[in-house]
């Protein structure tokens, strides 16, 4: 499974952290950083487009996007069509736009959400399967726009 990451310098220490944790969880998933790759600052669209077209081409299976609210750099992930990315700052929210949205992609606060609850998120959200039935409906809607 091919796990691609993107951030601006709001979210890069939380997306360090992160890269952290599932290196060392989870053998079986290769992550792709497309940056940026320091605190210098930067803009969110880029990174949020960059990171939603590696998932949408299938060139990455699944996708987390960081800024410093995780709102900016979604924002800029769900416009690249194809790409359904939740807002997550609970372990709740992570079960749901699973289960629910098929939520191929999340994004996290650096600055609204700690990193342990972040690896926390990112656990359920990875765990998690996606229920089908009524929510492929609401999914395929989604897909079609
Ligand atoms: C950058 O200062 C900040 O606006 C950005 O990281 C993010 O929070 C936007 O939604």
């Not at 890269?19 to 940026?36: F, S």
């Not at 605190?39 to 880029?46: G, L, R």
């Amino acid at each position: 499974m091919i796990l691609a990451l993107g951030c601006d310098h709001g979210g890069y220490s939380l997306k360090e952290a992160v890269k952290n944790h599932i290196r060392e969880n989870y053998k079986d998933i290769k992550m792709v950083d497309l940056g940026t790759n320091s605190e210098e600052s930067v803009d969110y669209p880029v990174y949020g487009k960059l990171c939603g077209e590696a998932v949408a081409s299938k060139k990455a299976d699944l996708g987390i996007v960081f800024c410093g609210t995780g709102i900016g750099i979604s924002i800029a992930a769900n416009k690249v069509k194809g790409v359904r990315c939740g807002l997550c700052t609970s372990v709740e929210m992570a079960h749901l736009t699973k289960q629910h949205n098929n939520a191929n992609m999340i994004s996290l606060g650096g600055r609204t959400t700690s990193p342990e609850l972040a690896c926390r998120i990112v656990d359920e959200w990875l765990k998690t399967d996606f229920e089908g039935g009524r929510h492929q409906r609401r999914v395929d809607m989604l897909d079609a726009e």
